[in-house]
DNA sequence: TACTAACGTTAGTCAGACGAACGAATGTGA
DNA sequence: TCACATTCGTTCGTCTGACTAACGTTAGTA
């Protein structure tokens, strides 16, 4: 009642997206950075999840794959995932059978991660899915746009990453 | 040829960004997305944090200065908080004074959330802090390119958002 | 009246990013 | 050579964000 009109036809949004939010909110970058992470993240979780796979594993993988065996944390500073949380993932790998976690006589501290054959088939796998699963995140754009969107997602990263290294 | 050689002697990364990691890895425009939504985040909510406010906070006020009083489901909808994590956010603004919950009296299923003068005056505040800290996020981008950046991420967040609504 | 749907709320799950601390091992400087 | 600092793997815990389930209340509808 009383003059304006709250309750009057909003158009209602289809899910949980704040799609049909106040056009200021919309429209922040910042906003739209994290709820395109959001999607991306969920689309790439759900599909490797089918897999039985995580992110985080195929991380590790490809590391392994591209430099060889490496000490947990050589693989945290690579991968960007946390020591403490790099565990849990060895874990799930070893007890996958995909790569192998053993002390470095070299320097007793150290573990040192190999990755086992089915490692190097799963990781094959999994590389193929993951480049069928960012086909799908990027599916509105085309070639040149995902270019332009990498390019600068990428100096984004860069001047971050460099300010609090 | 100079300095992007990986292999052998891998120059160890500044923090925890993934930053001299796998090329392939790296590359990913999932991971970067990932990885400028955290950057992103992080300064958003430490930003916000040092002025007692939460990026929920920030929504809601915007959506109430734009569209009026609201039920919190309508609030929901429109900032794409879920309603079952929008009553703390109401219990934080109105324990500040900034909003007020008050049972509607044409529908008593709902509350009516109005914003205070002080939530008034908070929101003009927080709307400038939101825009210097937009602008620290964008940093190393020209005007051109933060457009092509919101224009790319709306393009995707819209295709995404379509489809599981 | 009986069924259905919306609303606010509580509680809880899950993933990711991150900090604190600790024992074991190693490197370094006096 | 001894003391101190650092690195490594690990455990535990915190915080934010997205999301589900369920429940009691209230409204709309068949």
Redesign the interface.
Known sequence: ?SS?E??TA?P??????????????Q????R??????????R??NEGLAAADARKWH??VL??L???GPASQA?L???????RSDLVSVINELTDRGLVERAPDPADRRRNVITMTERGRARFARL?TL?TE??DE?????GPA??D???R???????????R??
């Open positions: 009642m304006s709250p309750g909003p209602a949004a289809p899910r949980m997206d704040g799609r049909t939010g106040p056009a200021r909110l429209g922040l970058p910042t739209l950075l994290s709820l395109a992470a959001t999607h991306s993240d689309l790439v195929y991380a490809a590391t794959e591209e430099s050589e945290s500073r690579r991968t960007g995932i946390y590389d993951i699963l960012e995140v990027l599916a509105p754009l746009e995902r332009q969107l990498a600068l997602l990428t100096r984004l990263v860069d001047h971050h990453a460099r609090d290294g």
